[in-house]
Nanobody
Framework: QVQLVESGGGLVQPGGSLRLSCAAS????????IAWFRQAPGKEREGVSC????????YYADSVKGRFTISRDNAKNTVYLQMNSLKPEDTAVYYC???????????????WGQGTQVTFSS
C-alpha cells in the first residue's frame, strides 16, 4: 500500500531545532516531487518546502528560507526537513506530500502523510 509517515515533531524552545522525517512505502520517492506543508489552527495549509526529483531543484517558502533544509535519502526512501531557529509562527501540523511536480497547491499532490505536530514553547 502507498503510504507516507511523518515523524520527529515535538515541543521546541525558542530558537531550537527539529528534524522531521517522511518515510515512504509502496512507491519510490525519487520518482516524485516531495513537499512539506504545514497547517496551524485557523489558518490555511501553507507550502513550506519542496524537493523536485526530476531536476534536483529545491524550493522554500519565504517564511522559512535560510532556516529550514529539505533533503532526501534514496536508500531509506525517506525525505527530511531540518528546521532550525524555530519561531512561534512555525507551530503547526507538518505534512509531507508526493506529487508530479513542485507546486504550492496542495491539491496537486497524490499522496499525503498524516502529519506530525510541531509546537513552540517559550
Amino acid at each position: 500500500q502507498v503510504q507516507l509517515v511523518e515523524s520527529g515533531g515535538g515541543l521546541v524552545q525558542p530558537g531550537g531545532s527539529l528534524r522531521l522525517s517522511c518515510a515512504a512505502s509502496g512507491f519510490t520517492l525519487d520518482y516524485y516531487a516531495i513537499a512539506w506543508f504545514r497547517q496551524a489552527p485557523g489558518k490555511e495549509r501553507e507550502g513550506v518546502s519542496c524537493f523536485s526529483s526530476s531536476d534536483g531543484r529545491i524550493y522554500y517558502a519565504d517564511s522559512v528560507k535560510g532556516r529550514f533544509t529539505i533533503s532526501r535519502d534514496n536508500a531509506k526512501n525517506t525525505v527530511y526537513l531540518q528546521m532550525n531557529s524555530l519561531k512561534p509562527e512555525d507551530t503547526a501540523v507538518y505534512y509531507c506530500a508526493a506529487g508530479p511536480l513542485c507546486t504550492w497547491l496542495a491539491g496537486s499532490y497524490y499522496y499525503w502523510g498524516q502529519g506530525t505536530q510541531v509546537t513552540f514553547s517559550s
